[in-house]
């Protein structure tokens, strides 16, 4: 799990799945399968192109989402 800059947005791999989420609502941007580059891709896209997030945001979220992607994949190892 990491927290976002603005200390409001959570990232969060839960199972197979990751999610980016606020986390007083829950309010969902993104969940996607780290394990699947297209989803990968997608989803950062999404984070991207999200209006709810601020740039460090942004940032942050697609470092951890390219993060969860190459550990699912065994990069990492």
Known sequence: MARLPSEQWLIQQIGGIVILF???????IVR???SDD?????AQGVIAN??????EDRSLANFWS?????YASGKLN
């Open 22 to 28: 606020h986390e007083y609502t829950e309010e969902e």
């Open 32 to 34: 996607f399968d780290p």
């Open 38 to 42: 297209n989803a990968v891709a997608q």
């Open 50 to 55: 999200s209006e709810k997030l601020s740039p």
């Open 66 to 70: 390219g993060y969860f992607y190459a």
